[in-house]
């Protein structure tokens, strides 16, 4: 796969494209991935997906919480274990969104000169979302592609969507938020130095410095498991602020205690993935029954990732 962020990377002579912003690669999205790869590859032609960074939210709509599922590297490294040939991360922004439906599009059929266009059912493009599935067919019979609308996908009974996604994740259900996804949901950043708190009480952590434009986490304590130089390891991992021990901080921190594991990672990147929110955070009047919870948060988590 190859990830491009220029238009002026790549040339094709034919392929398969679909565009969205894709924002979690979740089971919906899924569908119509599978319909571009397997398409493309009958046609004997790469497929591509053009995707959006920032979110046109953020440009169109003045969104500006944490709000990412999935940063580009994250969603494009999904995207080809799906079987993409090309994604290219459009560098969305105002001038872009007063782009009429026909500019846009010419401007990737320039480069990509796709045969089949593949879209959601409610997708929409352009200035004003003019270009939407009857406006971009009467561009393609113009200039020669032809549209393939996805229909929408439910899960038990449910629309999938991004939005819900984020929401699941706000609100701590992570389970669903997995199921939907139809993965375990993850982040990554760099482990930075704390204070060494848990080291002393027996259970060291790192703590991750996470983009801060990514989806907030609710607080409480997760069973998870860190990705560290392709090896995976058990972890209990704490969102939160710590309240135990009356600490005056600006957000809340991701702390995770990876099971089994010694060595520093100090400048090292981590990836969490969470599986179940095992409680709230929770303040202790002693530090010996912190020490005892964190035990039980120790046992519980290993059955929950079947280590009993």
């Not at 069973?223 to 710590?242: C, D, E, H, Y």
């Amino acid at each position: 796969m190859q990830h491009i962020h220029d238009l002026n990377e790549v040339k094709l002579d034919r392929s398969w494209l679909t565009i969205g912003s894709f924002d979690g690669v979740h089971l919906g999205h899924q569908q119509i991935i599978q319909a571009l790869v397997e398409g493309a590859r009958q046609a004997g032609v790469p497929s591509v997906v053009v995707t959006f960074f920032p979110h046109p939210q953020f440009i169109l709509r003045g969104e500006s919480r944490p709000y990412y599922l999935t940063l580009p590297e994250k969603r494009a490294q999904l995207l080809a274990a799906l079987g993409v040939d090309f994604v290219f991360t459009y560098p969305f922004s105002k001038q872009i969104s007063q782009l009429s439906a026909r500019e846009f599009v010419e401007d990737l059929f320039d480069t990509f000169h796709f045969d089949e266009l593949l879209i959601g059912y409610d997708f929409a493009l352009g200035k004003n979302r003019e270009g939407n599935s009857d406006r971009l067919q009467s561009i393609g019979v113009e200039i020669g592609y032809n549209v393939q609308v996805i229909p929408p996908f439910e899960l038990a009974g449910d629309l999938v969507s991004s939005s819900r996604i984020r929401a699941m994740i706000r609100e701590g259900d992570i389970r669903l938020a997995n199921t939907l996804l139809g993965r375990v949901f993850s982040v990554t950043g760099e482990v930075v130095k704390g204070d060494n708190r848990g080291k002393s009480l027996g259970f060291a952590t790192c703590n991750l410095d996470v983009h801060q434009e990514v989806v907030d986490i609710k607080g409480g304590v997760y069973a998870s498991r860190g990705l560290i130089a392709g090896k995976f390891w058990p972890a209990v991992t704490n969102i939160g602020f710590r309240p135990t021990f009356g600490e005056d901080l600006s957000g809340p921190r991701i702390e995770a205690h990876l099971l089994d594991f010694s060595g520093d990672l100090y400048g090292q990147s981590v990836e969490l993935f969470f599986v179940e929110r095992l409680r709230d955070e929770m303040k202790f009047s002693q530090v010996e029954k912190l020490i005892a919870q964190i035990d039980q948060d120790v046992r519980e988590t290993r059955r929950v990732l079947g280590q009993e």
